[in-house]
């Protein structure tokens, strides 16, 4: 099994910064892929970024590109997501996931394992 913690979400200002760690114990090992989904009240759970575990390739959605930035600490194994210039419309609560799959997708039933989340807030 493996499990995934979030954590570093806070209630910040638009324009604001914050930066998401996503620890993993367990059977790591069988991780391909690292992502990032949000899910705002009342919408479906959405793809922000993924990262391929060994050869640390990215994927963002269209709308976080250029002010958001995933990334990985191997020896910590832990995944981060950087996020800057935020807006009210990144509100929501953020999941760290892993996909046991090496092809690469961004729909959330193809991901194996869930963190608890973390509540992002951005006010205007």
């Known amino acids: 099994q493996v499990q995934l913690n979030e954590s570093g979400g806070e209630s910040v200002q638009a324009g604001g910064s914050l930066r998401l760690s996503c620890a993993a114990s367990g059977r790591t090992f069988s991780i391909y892929t690292r992502g990032w989904f949000r899910q705002a009240p009342g919408k479906e759970r959405e793809f922000v970024a993924a990262i391929t575990w060994n050869s640390g390739n990215t994927y963002y959605t269209d709308s976080v590109k250029g002010r958001f930035t995933i990334s990985r600490d191997i020896a910590k194994n832990t995944v981060y997501l950087q996020m800057n210039s935020l807006k009210p419309e990144d509100t929501g609560v953020y999941y760290c996931?892993?996909?046991?799959?090496?092809?690469?997708?961004?729909?959330?039933?193809?991901?194996?394992?869930w963190g608890q989340g973390t509540q992002v807030t951005v006010s205007s």
């Open positions: 996931a892993g996909d046991r799959s090496s092809v690469i997708v961004f729909r959330p039933l193809a991901y194996d394992y």
